[in-house]
Structure formats: C-alpha cells, structure tokens
C-alpha cells in the first residue's frame, strides 16, 4: 500500500524559512517523479513543484520559483521542501504526491501538513 | 500559461441525479486531462485520466470524455458518497501542472 506521510508544518514569521519532509512507502521511490502541491485555507490546489525520479530535473511554479527547492533522498525514501523567504500568501497545506506512470498523472497523495506564515 | 476553467463552482443535485461537470481550457491541450475528487478533510484522489481512462478501482459511474479545449466530467447516477470538490488539472505545459478551479458537488 502506498503510503506518503509528510511533516514539518509549523507556524512562522514573514521572511522565515521552513523545511518539510515527506516519508514514502509502498512503492519502489527512485522510479517516479514527485511533486509537492498546496490547498490555501478554503482555496483550491496549487502545483509548486516536482523532481524526476533521479533528482536530476527539478520545475516550480512561477510563484515559488526562487525561493523554494524540492529535494530528495532515495536511499531514505524521501522527499523535501525547503521554503525560504516565506510570505503570508504561502500558508496552505503542503501535499506531498506521487507521480503516475506520465510525467502529467498525480496518482496518490498524503495527508499534507500545514504551514502557517504570520507574525 | 494554460488556464483551465471549471463550471459551474457549485451545484446541487439529488441522489440518482447525472451530474455533469465542463473544464474548459485556455489552448489546445489534446487529452492531456485529469479529473480528482477532494472529500471534505482528505486529500485528492485521482479518478480519470487522460480525459477518459477511468483509474483503477474508481466506481464506473464516473466517467470523462473531450480533447481540445473542452472536457466533460459526468456522474451518472450521483450518490451521498459522492459529496466532494472535483478538480480537472492540464499536463500539456509540462514540467508545469495546471489545476481548474474546483466544483463542488452537494446533495439537495
């Protein structure tokens, strides 16, 4: 059973910095590409970022781009976010999700963890 | 940027009712189309991809279909498990993913 299981969401101030995790299982990780996706209070979702199945190849939405890096360790499983220079715009809940067999496909999520930015 | 854009935002159905839902996006996007289904409190879960492929274990009374720009959701027979947000997402831009705003789905 694939099981995805984030952490790391805190409270923080404008400007700060935050790294969250996200602990995979059920699955052979280093064959498929994951992506980090965030759902604002009440809002929709947002795609933020994705990195190939070997680390190699790493994309971000506009809004992120810069001062967000998507991360991973295949010896551990896992995969991360750094989040930098962080705005009050950016507290959401923080999916991490596995890739399908196309690059397009979001196949299976977590539970998320909640960032939230304010002072 | 691709824009997709769902209608309607919301609507209201009773049990057994066909429920249709469009995504509309802003450019051609050939079948590069997923349809998710977000329970209140839960993350999404995938249910159609590639416009109509229905994934794995997802109940045959969901169904999609379109390419192009326009693209139809469709339950046939809606039932009180079925209460939830549906998002379409594009894949045609990659490496960027696109989601529609969301409709969601209540019973009457």
């Known amino acids: 059973e694939v099981q995805l299981v984030e952490s790391g969401g805190v409270v923080v101030q404008p400007g700060g910095s935050l790294r969250l995790s996200c602990a995979a299982s059920?699955?052979?990780?280093?064959?498929?590409?994951m992506h980090w996706v965030r759902q604002a209070p009440g809002k929709g979702l947002e795609w933020v970022s994705l990195i190939s199945w070997d680390g190699g190849s790493t994309y971000y939405a506009d809004s992120v781009k810069g001062r967000f890096t998507i991360s991973r360790d295949n010896s551990k499983n896992s995969l991360y976010l750094q989040m930098n220079s962080l705005r009050t715009e950016d507290t959401a809940l923080y999916y991490c999700?596995?890739?399908?067999?196309?690059?397009?496909?979001?196949?299976?999520w977590g539970q998320g963890t909640l960032v939230t930015v304010s002072s | 940027d691709i824009q997709m854009t769902q209608s309607p935002s919301s609507l209201s159905a009773s049990v057994g009712d066909r429920v249709t839902i469009t995504c509309q996006a802003s450019?051609?996007?050939?079948?590069?189309l997923n349809w998710y289904q977000q329970k209140p409190g839960k993350a999404p879960k995938l249910l159609i991809y590639d416009a109509s492929n229905l994934e794995t274990g997802v109940p045959s009374r969901f169904s999609g279909s379109g390419s192009g720009t326009d693209f139809t959701f469709t339950i046939s027979s809606l039932q009180p498990e079925d209460i939830a947000t549906y998002y379409c997402?594009?894949?045609?831009?990659?490496?960027?993913?696109?989601f529609g705003g969301g409709t969601k789905v209540e019973i009457k």
């Open positions: 999700a596995k890739g399908g067999g196309t690059v397009g496909k979001i196949d299976y």
């Open positions: 450019q051609d996007i050939s079948n590069y």
């Open positions: 059920g699955f052979t990780f280093d064959d498929y590409t």
């Open positions: 997402q594009q894949y045609d831009n990659l490496p960027l993913l696109t």
